[in-house]
């Protein structure tokens, strides 16, 4: 397994740019898939951006499409999400989560055994 850690969360306003970030720890980080979800007060957790271990291909929420970005640097075991033109509806618990192999489309939470401790992103409006 690989251990996960994200920092970058804060307070913001609506329309403000925030950066995640999700260092590993653990053997074979760039064989692992890697994904972004996040958690609402009462909601279910969902699956906002994905990427291969190559980065050669990516998922997105429609929700989050054309305002989010996610990226991988393997030589430093870390796994980005751009966060841009934020929205209030954006608030959640953001978690890193990573599996070995591919993912569903949607990714589902219950495909990955690795998840971060999270981070609280607040958009106000």
């Known amino acids: 397994q690989v251990q996960l850690v994200e920092s970058g969360g804060g307070l913001v306003q609506a329309g403000d740019s925030l950066r995640l970030s999700c260092a590993a720890s653990g053997r074979a980080f760039s064989s692992y898939a890697m994904a972004w979800f996040r958690q609402a007060p009462g909601k279910e957790r969902e699956s906002v951006a994905a990427i291969t271990w190559s980065g050669s291909n990516t998922y997105y929420a429609d929700s989050v499409k054309g305002r989010f970005t996610i990226s991988r640097d393997n030589a430093k075991n870390t796994v980005y999400l751009q966060m841009n033109s934020l929205k209030p509806e954006d608030t959640a618990v953001y978690y890193c989560?990573?599996?070995?192999?591919?993912?569903?489309?949607?990714?589902?939470?219950?495909?990955?055994?690795?998840w971060g401790q999270g981070t609280q992103v607040t958009v106000s409006s």
């Open positions: 989560a990573a599996r070995s192999g591919g993912y569903g489309r949607p990714p589902k939470a219950s495909e990955f055994g690795s």
